[in-house]
């Protein structure tokens, strides 16, 4: 079955980090880019990184950069983003998805998602 798990949500103090992995299933992360966006009820889903799969250069907004860091471990088909110095205002469902180039870091011709993971920084 093709599919994208995420995992290693959870409740996480302000200042602390969250490491979230999405494995691939069915098929190879390793030949797409990937991207983790996040969604807060009510609001509009928003991209925070992207890694291509040509060089594996990776991107963030500005919200993000130096606390967020997107990476690929191929041996174990997933892709994980470390997130350092959490915020409140980070608490959202983070969803990873699969797609064919990164426009900054925004995942371009998006082809697959995941579920979703919940991550919750309380204020």
């Known amino acids: 079955q093709v599919q994208l798990v995420e995992s290693g949500g959870g409740l996480v103090q302000p200042g602390g980090s969250l490491r979230l992995s999405c494995a691939g299933s069915g098929f190879s992360l390793e030949h797409w880019a990937v991207g983790w966006f996040r969604q807060v009820p009510g609001k509009e889903r928003e991209g925070v990184a992207c890694?291509?799969?040509?060089?594996?250069?990776?991107y963030y907004p500005n919200s993000v950069k130096g606390r967020f860091t997107i990476s690929r471990d191929n041996a174990k088909n997933t892709v994980i983003l470390q997130m350092k110095r959490l915020k409140p205002e980070d608490t959202a469902v983070y969803y990873c998805?699969?797609?064919?180039?990164?426009?900054?870091?925004?995942?371009?011709?998006?082809?697959?998602w995941g579920q979703g993971t919940l991550v919750t920084v309380p204020s």
């Open positions: 890694i291509s799969s040509s060089d594996e250069s990776t």
């Open positions: 998805a699969v797609g064919r180039s990164c426009s900054g870091f925004i995942l371009q011709h998006l082809e697959r």
